[in-house]
């Protein structure tokens, strides 16, 4: 490794301890990086395109127009394929947690089109599937309810 190159923060969690949740990643000024972590890394059960790229046209859109959207920056898949990035502005973790769960309980019982399903709004627009995205929401909310005392920490 080249000497000037510093380890960013996601490298430097071990992965091997990492559990299903939703996590802290990183704070920058008035910036949180939510860790939303759906798979266990390096388990061998990855997030396939089609219902990654179906999960993030759902929630984003939920996200976004929901109670905070107003201070969501960004969501969109981990490149291991075993989560989200969510990046708030100012937001408090309890009320992300909140709006989450609501966007993961929005999704699931969402019916129609998923948003942004057409060629003109999607450069993948034939890969994606609500059903695909409905269940991946209600595997993650229930890993979510489940966890009864939510620190954002890792371990």
Not at 8 to 25: C, N, Q, R
Not at 26 to 41: A, E, M, N
Not at 66 to 88: A, S
Request: aromatic share 10%.
């Amino acid at each position: 490794m080249e000497k000037d190159i510093k380890k960013i923060a996601s490298f430097s969690v071990d992965h091997d301890k990492i559990e299903p949740g939703i996590y802290i990643s990183r704070i920058d000024g008035d910036i949180t990086t939510f860790d939303l972590r759906t798979r266990k890394p390096n388990g061998g059960d990855y997030l396939d395109d089609q219902t990654m790229h179906s999960v993030e046209h759902m929630l984003a859109t939920y996200l976004r127009n929901g109670e905070i959207g107003q201070n969501v920056i960004y969501f969109g898949p981990m490149g291991c394929r075993t989560g989200f990035y969510l990046l708030t502005r100012d937001e408090e973790p309890e009320a992300v947690l909140s709006a989450l769960k609501n966007a993961l309980g929005k999704t699931i019982s969402h019916e129609g089109e998923i948003f942004g399903a057409t060629k003109a709004e999607c450069g993948n627009y034939r890969c994606l599937s609500l059903s695909d995205a409905k269940a991946e929401c209600r595997l993650y909310l229930d890993i979510l309810e489940k966890k009864a005392n939510n620190n954002f920490k890792y371990y």
